[in-house]
């Protein structure tokens, strides 16, 4: 599985921005669709999950209300849609796919990674 992430940029605090990640390969749609995000010094942290039948998306707590998980059918691109921006926001984000069903939250859990798009919220 192959994974294109795009949509980063600069904005200000609280304008909005649209992430999207593309999967291609075998047996994409059965893998769960994750959104990582890691900034300078710190270590990478789960930002939200789309389960693979598009059943049930799962949010970290510090992006709950603002950023909403979304695709057209399965298979298609995940977006995140990331509203109200802080500069807290700001770092490099990464989609991922993972074979687990449940709420994969930790950066083990999945097999296949993007390369990132940054993200940069200024005050």
């Known amino acids: 599985v192959q994974l294109q992430a795009s949509g980063g940029g600069s904005v200000q605090a609280g304008d909005s921005l649209r992430l999207s990640c593309t999967a291609s390969?075998?047996?994409?749609?059965?893998?769960?669709m994750g959104w990582f995000r890691q900034a300078p010094g710190k270590e990478r942290e789960f930002v939200a999950l789309l389960t693979w039948n598009g059943g049930s998306k799962y949010y970290a707590d510090s992006v709950q209300g603002r950023f909403t998980l979304s695709r057209e059918y399965a298979g298609s691109p995940v977006y995140l849609q990331m509203d109200n921006l802080r500069p807290e926001d700001s770092a490099v984000y990464y989609c991922?796919?993972?074979?687990?069903?449940?709420?994969?939250?930790?950066?083990?859990?999945?097999?296949?990674w993007g390369q990132g798009t940054l993200v940069t919220v200024s005050s």
């Open positions: 991922a796919a993972t074979k687990f069903t449940g709420w994969a939250q930790r950066a083990y859990d999945y097999d296949f």
């Open positions: 390969g075998r047996a994409v749609t059965a893998y769960g």
